[in-house]
């Protein structure tokens, strides 16, 4: 959250993606930075996640991801 609020603020676009369970805690750590920035969340959990799984992942989320960057 600290690098994506840091870059927002220098003017570099960006979006932080994160586990579904970090919805909460996202949130609240935005507002203790006085920012919230572009998110999305993936499903939990995916430290365990296979290369493909993670692929597959990304893959879903990619659409999501630039609408979020590009504000199209």
Do not use: C, N, W, Y
């Amino acid at each position: 959250m600290h690098d994506i609020t840091d870059l927002e603020r220098r003017g570099i676009p960006g979006v932080f993606v994160a586990s579904s369970v970090f919805t909460d805690a996202a949130q609240k750590q935005g507002e203790a930075l006085g920012f919230q920035p572009e998110r999305h969340f993936v499903a939990h959990p995916i430290q365990d996640r296979t290369d493909d799984e993670m692929s597959a992942l990304a893959d879903k989320a990619i659409d999501a991801l630039i609408q979020k960057l590009t504000g199209s």
